[in-house]
């Protein structure tokens, strides 16, 4: 992104101005490279906000990593006690002192050891500046408080000139400074307004308890002549130093899988369109108490590691055995994925520290196991530490995260309510990509299970409610039972499978009855036609009998009339015999 | 400083015996720290005649002094003796504020 942006900048403007890496996790991002170079920078903020250590790790890290000795001007601690304060975090500042990397200059000032007696100047800071950076090359200087100048100096017209001085003349040495300032009243950054004399670049810092947990936040004021980001960034201190989070990028360019991912539940696969979920999706299951959300994230995260890929499991309320032992009462084995390496538990209580502190601890860890998938269980209960947009801004940083780390998660979320139309789970329901809910199913006297996908983006899922079943086999879907009444679940399910089964026998022997009726029946009038048949050929045979019958008459009587002519006389017979002929 | 220990610590009541070992610190030829030599010397033969010490440092000769010797405003003038030991800073043009921080008494 940073690089992006210089890229973009070259060619509008001539250069982006030069800039000096902190080396600081994540502050480098937001400020997109670092502090400006050879200017100084102000970090305020209130007492025990952790700016001494900001600019503690910004020498520390610039003398070993980026081969910038600096200069630590110490006005507040002794150098024993800076070097003991942070040997904690693995900073050996003796040695690097002896190495000529690092130099602590403590200054001490104390009001009642001294009177003013008319005009002076700090010189005398000037002249141990110079001597301390030009002792052993320093690149970068801290001044920590200089503020701490005005309680032992009262001639504020002085000091006020003499600290623009200062800042003028480590601009001509070229050194990249750090001044501290604590916060002051109001709304002003500094008691002393020492932002009136830093203009290039102001990091706010700040600690703040809300609900008995601290979080500790940054947030760069003024950034002159650089992009840099705007928002409160969220950071941590902890044995590796400090952790700034710019999770939330500014983008959303990420790179987006089509590879699937069975859920581990073949029902389940099949309601989304076969496969399952997307590679480096978001997956959000959510339900009231007891619906068996963990159950899912067991068969998820043990299908995950059935096929020799990593699982991270995050559990917010029970204990890693715990999880174990009740998993293999649904015969899903999650030990020997332990056995392997496969799968690993991270098992916290979510008071144990804020939120911000979870998610690093959270990115810490997938950074070093890099899962491909992971599991939290349940975020819900995160809320105990933080309020609603807070757990769900840090939810988005941290799907944020896993897209980009091509990891797909699985969020557990128990919703208090039994209402379906409940806007969201921790407000991250808009967020992921896929949403299964597990709802309570009560009816006669008893209470099942019902799962419905919610949404599934980009890919066909079923609309259908199915009956989830946990048994000591594993977890199955049925579908659930459409009776007259509605959704029928569980025993009445089964009741009305059994009653539909009787009213099919009942059915099919009252349909044979009705068929052998329709049988007889068609025998009776089938016999009536042939009898009508007959009748019909017995009335025409008389007909045709008495049309014969004249016939022969006519015939007979014909015969007989020649007779009787032939009788009567010769002529008439010769004529008779002619006209026959 | 051990020289009299009669004299307590802190004491307000100034013994006209006592000499006074001054040290002061300058920065070469600026303006303050030229004001502040010609005014000490002033001050010192005024009302300390004869029983001073002075000596004046240059801290842009000796750096790793500014260090060491805590310094930070400049000029500076340091009471070595007799005890405690005071830090006076300024170009020492405010006389009546001198007397005090040598545990002088007023004018």
């Known amino acids: 992104m940073a690089k992006e942006s210089k890229k973009n900048k070259k060619t509008i403007h001539h250069t982006q101005i030069p800039k000096t890496p902190t080396g600081i996790t994540g502050l480098d991002e937001i400020t997109g490279g670092g502090l400006p170079a050879a200017r100084p920078t102000l970090i305020c903020g209130e007492a025990g906000c952790g700016k001494t250590l900001i600019s503690l790790e910004f020498i520390v890290k610039g003398a070993t990593e980026f081969n910038e000795p600096g200069v630590f001007m110490a006005f507040e601690e002794k150098a024993e006690e800076l070097s003991m304060n942070v040997g904690s975090l693995g900073f050996n500042l003796e040695q690097m002192q002896k190495d000529k990397k690092l130099k602590i200059d403590y200054v001490h000032i104390d009001r009642s050891e001294i009177e003013e007696t008319g005009e002076y100047d700090l010189d005398g800071l000037f002249i141990r500046l110079n001597h301390a950076i030009d002792s052993i090359g320093a690149k970068r200087v801290v001044l920590d408080t200089i503020e701490n100048l005005f309680a032992g100096l009262t001639n504020q017209a002085i000091l006020r000139a003499e600290i623009r001085r200062l800042f003028q003349w480590l601009k001509e040495k070229g050194v990249t400074a750090i001044v501290t300032g604590e916060k002051g009243e109001g709304a002003s950054l500094t008691r002393q307004g020492l932002e009136e004399y830093v203009s290039d670049c102001v990091i706010l810092l700040d600690h703040r308890v809300i609900n008995q947990i601290s979080t500790r936040r940054l947030r760069i004021v003024k950034y002159r002549g650089s992009m840099h980001g705007t928002n409160e960034y969220p950071f941590l201190i902890d044995e590796d130093g400090i952790s700034v989070l710019p999770v939330t990028s500014l983008q959303l ?291 045709n009998k008495i049309y014969i019958e004249e016939e022969l008459v006519k015939k007979v009587t014909d015969g007989n009339r020649d007779e009787m002519l032939k009788r009567r006389g010769g002529g008439e017979e010769v004529a008779g015999k002619n006209g026959k002929k | 400083m051990t020289e009299h220990p009669k004299v307590p610590a802190a004491d307000n009541n100034f013994n006209s015996d006592d000499l006074y070992r001054l040290r002061l610190y300058v920065t070469g030829a600026t303006p303050n720290s030229t004001r502040a030599i010609s005014n000490l010397k002033e001050f010192c033969e005024n009302f300390l005649p004869g029983r001073y010490e002075l000596e004046i440092i240059d801290v842009y000769q000796q750096p790793l002094i500014a260090e060491s010797e805590q310094l930070i405003a400049l000029p500076m003038l340091v009471k070595l003796s007799p005890a405690p030991q005071r830090r006076l800073i300024g170009d020492m043009s405010d006389i009546d504020k001198v007397l005090r921080g040598l545990n002088l008494p007023a004018r």
């Open chain 1, 253 to 543: 360019e990420k790179e987006v899988s089509s590879e699937r991912v069975s859920t581990g539940i073949p029902a389940l696969d099949k309601m989304l369109g076969g496969k399952g979920f997307f590679k480096g999706g978001s997956v959000l299951v959510s339900g009231t108490a007891g619906t068996g959300k963990t159950s899912i994230a067991a068969c998820f995260a043990n299908d995950i590691c059935s096929k020799g890929k990593k699982c991270m499991y995050f559990a917010f309320e029970e204990s890693p055995s715990q999880i174990v032992r009740n998993m293999r009462s649904i015969n899903v084995d999650l030990k020997k994925h332990m056995e392997n390496g496969l799968l690993q538990f991270q098992a916290s209580r979510p008071t144990l520290h804020g939120l911000e502190q979870h998610l690093v601890a959270i990115h810490k860890v997938i950074k070093k196991f890099r899962p491909d998938a992971v599991v939290l269980d349940p975020i819900t209960n995160l809320i105990t530490v933080g309020s609603v947009s807070d757990v769900k801004s840090m939810l988005i940083r941290l799907i944020d995260f896993l897209q980009e780390e091509q990891i797909t998660v699985l969020f557990t979320a128990l919703s208090l309510n039994n209402i379906v139309n409940e806007q969201t789970d921790e407000g991250v329901s808009s967020l992921v990509d896929a949403w299964i809910l597990v709802r309570d199913i009560e009816f006669n006297g008893e209470r099942n299970r019902g799962m419905y996908i919610m949404k599934s983006r980009g890919m066909k899922h079923s609309n259908q409610v199915r009956e989830f079943v946990i048994t000591d086999k594993g977890i199955d879907l049925v579908d659930v039972y459409l009776g007259p009444d509605g959704v029928l679940t569980g025993s009445a399910r089964e009741a009305q499978i059994l009653q539909e089964q009787t009213g099919k026998v009942l059915r099919n022997n009252a349909m044979s009855m009705k068929d052998r009726e329709i049988l007889r029946k068609r025998k009776i009038l089938e016999a009536k036609i042939a009898s009508l048949q007959s009748e019909f050929e017995s009335a025409e045979e008389e007909l």
